[in-house]
């Protein structure tokens, strides 16, 4: 897997070029701010761009600019975004080409080596995965006209472990139920959610952002 990072944290940088590393991931360029974040996505093109949300000058959300930016000009890379603090709209903006390929975590996360190389796994993938953290989030703010409401405390709960990335026999395992059994209601989710198959965008991908959304 080849590999872009954006941190301008030094330390965190280095730390994260070594675990991608030992990992067998191939980084192919480690910078520090949004600008040289697209330059290299857009010369190198990666399959991962693992980046910061807040970079300079602000510290506020060029990581994210960068990333959406680099995404388009280099269709297909997938991204996943590291942030101290749980930003719904952050994940909600990346996710919106409905194309997939996408992560959200919060910093503390790559602490648990395994789960993070699992994400970047994922969205290489392009599966989506979203931190635990901005899921349970989500679950605390739903409107009264939300279309998540439709579904069952069930489907609700299928449809969250779906936000976070996780798959069907994975999401069998949590729940202790069969695969079968989750397939069955992630189709009566797409049905509620008026989701229809389609080729080009990934119902799955589209039921996580009808959940960001609510």
């Not at 070029?17 to 980084?27: K, P, T």
């Not at 992560?103 to 993070?116: I, S």
């Amino acid at each position: 897997m080849r590999v872009v990072l954006a941190d301008d944290s030094v330390l965190l940088r280095e730390g994260l070029v070594r675990l991608l590393e030992e990992a067998g991931c191939e980084v192919v360029a480690a910078v520090g701010d949004g600008p040289s974040l697209v330059r290299a996505v857009t010369e190198q093109r990666p399959d991962v761009a693992v980046v910061d949300v807040r970079m300079p000058p602000t510290h506020t959300d060029e990581g994210l600019r960068a990333a959406v930016e680099a995404r388009a000009a280099a269709p297909g890379t997938a991204v996943l975004v590291l942030s101290q603090y749980v930003e719904v709209a952050y994940a909600d903006e990346l996710l919106a080409d409905g194309a997939g390929g996408v992560g959200y975590l919060l910093k503390d996360r790559v602490a648990d080596v395994d789960t993070f190389l699992a994400a970047l796994e994922d969205v290489d993938a392009g599966g989506t995965v979203l931190d635990p953290q901005v899921v349970a989030q989500l679950f605390a703010r739903r409107r009264a006209d939300d279309p998540v409401r439709r579904l069952t405390p069930r489907e609700r709960e299928v449809l969250g472990l779906i936000a976070e990335g996780h798959s069907n026999t994975a999401i069998a395992r949590t729940l202790v139920v069969t695969p079968g059994a989750v397939e069955k209601h992630t189709q009566h989710i797409f049905a509620k959610l008026g989701l229809a198959p389609d080729e080009d965008q990934h119902r799955r991908v589209l039921a996580t952002l009808a959940y960001l959304r609510g």
